[in-house]
């Protein structure tokens, strides 16, 4: 049967399938790599002891990127803003740091100029050199 200009696509319908597996697929990488996986589970017991500590820990303990690194329950509790500004902060203070401790190092290589030495082996021949 052809498609005529009345019929609707499914691909409303195929579109929402696909997220949710884009969704499940990712989640399920996840769980796959989690530290204490076990692969297999020997009983419905046993799964939902595992899964009850992984969704603990999934939302309480691990960062997540696209919630600025950050686990759900800071971010639901409304600490986001104030975890990644104090962060912000801290890389500020630390890359002032930095900067520094290189212009302090940098002082004390041209204080001396005589001391300094920029190429040691600038007498030294290429043997590819015909001279």
């Known amino acids: 049967m052809s ?4 019929m609707k696509p499914k691909s ?3 579109s929402e399938g696909k997220k949710e597996r884009r969704f499940f697929s990712a989640e399920f990488r996840t769980i796959k790599t989690a530290a204490d996986y076990l692969g297999r589970f020997l009983d419905c017991k046993q ?13 309480s303990g691990h960062l997540h990127s696209g919630i600025d690194y950050v686990t759900p ?3 639901h509790q409304g600490l986001r803003e104030i975890i990644v500004a104090h962060r912000k902060l801290k890389h500020e203070k630390q890359r002032l740091l930095r900067k520094e401790v290189n212009r302090s190092k940098q002082n004390l290589l041209t204080n001396d100029p005589i001391t300094l030495i920029v190429n040691p082996n600038q007498i030294a ?3 590819v050199m015909n001279f």
């Open 3 to 6: 498609e005529t200009k009345d």
């Open 12 to 14: 409303n319908l195929f």
């Open 47 to 59: 799964t939902v002891e595992y899964f009850d500590r992984y969704f603990t820990w999934y939302n």
């Open 73 to 75: 329950d800071q971010c």
């Open 125 to 127: 021949i290429c043997s």
